[in-house]
């Protein structure tokens, strides 16, 4: 499994108090496939500070590689989230994105690329190029996750949207990402599009309405979990984590899913989330722990 995308810290304002955390999306959903059991590879920009440390030190910890190449920052990233009295997160960003040496794909079945890192040059630029390159040598998963600051203009970015849709296996998005890049659109009307762009699994997120995945058969709806929620930070990464995880263990997801092994794998996932959000900040949750909320 290989993951390529940004790693930051985020520094976390709730109320008068801050606190610095590890972050980052992709770097989240390496991070949750790690906890899940998996052994995610993951090529993301660090810094040889202690921010770019401690960030290695803790991916590590839970059973991430980081790829040797990611070492390629004069400064590690940074990203200050300030949450809202309902849990919400905004962010300011003060973020780089390179990567020095040409993607390799090397053993890995399944590859994850979004966030910040699908849009940001020069480093998105390598990530295109990549893609290209490995057709039917790992399947893909996207999460595009827009942050409105750091994709550029709206064309440019659904442009690229749909670009890197095309050459994935599974598209995951947040409502909110799909109301920013198709404004008025409903949510058929995006899971179709996503689909009709080339997706074999299209994924939206409705935070407390729920989430739901489609494939050209099967619609599913899956009800989000009653629980008291600490913030949202990392929920949409855990989903994503989750359903790759899901994907790792039943490889038929992607083939002929049944409609009850595609409820299954969305359940899975946002009992996962569910965990998350009722944390504070990205600490996303273990196998032992997801398994034990099922039960």
Same mark, same amino acid.
């Given at each position: ?23 980052? &999306? ?15 590879r993951?090529?993301? !920009?660090?810094?040889?500070? *202690?921010?770019? /440390? ?9 059973? %991430?590689?980081? =790829?040797?190449a &990611? ?10 989230? /300030? ?6 997160? &905004?962010?300011?960003? *003060? ?29 998105? *630029? ?28 709206h ?12 050459? !994935? =296996? ?17 949510t ?13 699994? $299209? ?7 729920g ?5 050209t ?11 008291? %929620?600490? =913030?949202?930070?990392? $929920?949409?990464?855990?989903?994503? $984590? ?7 263990? /039943? ?13 299954? !794998? ?7 989330? &569910?965990?998350?959000?009722? /944390?504070?900040?990205? =600490?996303l ?11």
């Amino acid at each position: 499994m290989l993951v390529i995308g940004e790693s930051l810290i985020d520094i976390v304002h709730k109320g008068e108090h801050s606190i610095e955390v590890v972050g980052g &999306s992709p770097a989240n959903v390496a991070l949750g496939l790690g906890r899940l059991g998996n052994s995610p590879r993951l090529l993301t !920009a660090l810094g040889s500070d *202690d921010r770019g /440390r401690r960030i290695a030190t803790q991916l590590e910890s839970c059973g %991430v590689t980081i =790829d040797p190449a &990611s070492w390629s920052l004069s400064r590690t990233s940074t990203a200050a989230a /300030r949450i809202d009295p309902a849990g919400g997160a &905004s962010y300011e960003f *003060d973020i780089e994105w390179v990567l020095r040496e040409p993607i390799q794909v090397r053993a890995a079945r399944f590859v994850h690329l979004g966030s910040i890192g699908a849009f940001l040059a020069p480093g998105a *630029d390598a990530i295109t190029t990549f893609l290209e390159t490995i057709h039917g040598q790992a399947l893909v998963t996207f999460d595009p996750n827009i942050r409105p600051a750091l994709v550029g203009s709206h064309a440019s970015a659904l442009a690229r949207v749909e670009h890197l849709a095309a050459r !994935a =296996d599974v598209v995951k998005l947040s409502d909110e990402d799909a109301s920013w890049l198709w404004p008025g659109a409903s949510t058929d009307k995006v899971l179709d599009h996503l689909l009709e762009c080339g997706a074999t699994i $299209a994924a939206l997120t409705l935070g407390g309405d729920g989430s739901i995945a489609a494939t050209t058969e099967y619609r599913v709806h899956v009800s989000a979990p009653r629980v008291s %929620v600490v =913030d949202t930070v990392g $929920a949409g990464d855990t989903f994503m $984590a989750a359903f790759i995880h899901g994907l790792i263990v /039943r490889p038929t997801l992607l083939n002929d899913p049944t409609e009850s092994e595609l409820a299954q !794998a969305v359940h899975f996932a946002a009992v996962a989330a &569910s965990l998350t959000v009722q /944390r504070s900040g990205a =600490d996303l949750p273990t196998w032992t722990e997801v398994h034990a909320a099922l039960a």
